[in-house]
């Protein structure tokens, strides 16, 4: 079956532009995250949904990064009036159960190829 | 904040040999996760870890999980060329919803 899928795949803007990042998830999938990853290093965590809530936005930068998931499926992360220092690797990834603390016991997370944003 | 260390950073060793690639994390967590990543792709879920003392493993590679002493460890058995990729640890807290994940450790299996 489809795997997470994000578009588009690379992005170069320049400073100052908004910028949309679309994330479609596996079909059936209720969780959905987003992440960044720098160069060497992890993925950051920095919002999550379940279906069309966000539950979860404390690990967005600042107010110029948003998100959202309106019809609980696929999702976009928008940045405005974006930095250079926003230039990272945007990565989406989706589960099958609502994260929750009480139930599942895990939270296994599908990831997408991410899109590389660049920002001149 | 929960923080997630991995060592070594960098591994390089050559094919046939045995090495353990090791995860601590700072806080109480009863999952694990293990992700690979290949150079230029996504992250692949290898292995999840939801108990003390729970081991699973998967051809040449083999994980476990010490809640007690808040470490997990990736064996690397009889390497190859293969496993060549970035391996990454990941908790997240009963309770929480994120993911912390480690800084992620480099193999080079050598022919």
């Known amino acids: 079956g489809a795997g997470v899928s994000q578009s588009p795949r690379y992005k170069v803007t320049k400073r100052g532009q908004d910028v949309a990042l679309r994330c479609d998830p596996i079909s059936g999938h209720v969780s959905l995250y987003w992440y960044r990853q720098a160069l060497g290093q992890g993925p950051e965590f920095l919002t999550y949904?379940?279906?069309?809530?966000?539950?979860?936005k404390s690990g967005l930068p600042n107010d110029r990064f948003s998100a959202e998931r309106p019809e609980g499926s696929i999702s976009t992360l928008t940045i405005q009036r974006t930095e250079q220092r926003d230039s990272a690797m945007y990565r989406c990834a989706s589960s099958l159960v609502p994260a929750s603390g009480s139930s599942p016991p895990y939270n296994e997370q599908f990831f997408g190829p991410g899109t590389r944003l660049t920002v001149l | 904040e929960l923080k997630v260390e991995q060592n070594p950073l960098f591994l390089s060793m050559q094919e046939g040999k045995n090495y353990t690639i090791y995860c601590n994390y700072s806080t109480t967590s009863d999952r694990l996760y293990w992700y690979r990543q290949d150079p230029g792709k996504s992250l692949e879920s290898l292995f999840v870890?939801?108990?003390?003392?729970a081991v699973k493993q998967e051809g040449r590679l083999m994980a476990s999980l010490d809640t007690k002493a808040r470490l997990s460890t990736l064996h690397i058995t009889a390497a190859v060329h293969d496993l060549s990729a970035t391996y990454f640890c990941?908790?997240?807290?009963?309770?929480?919803?994120?993911?912390?994940f480690g800084t992620g450790t480099s193999l080079t299996v050598i022919p």
């Open positions: 870890l939801l108990s003390n003392g």
């Open positions: 990941a908790v997240d807290q009963w309770g929480g919803n994120q993911f912390y």
């Open positions: 949904f379940n279906y069309e809530a966000q539950q979860d």
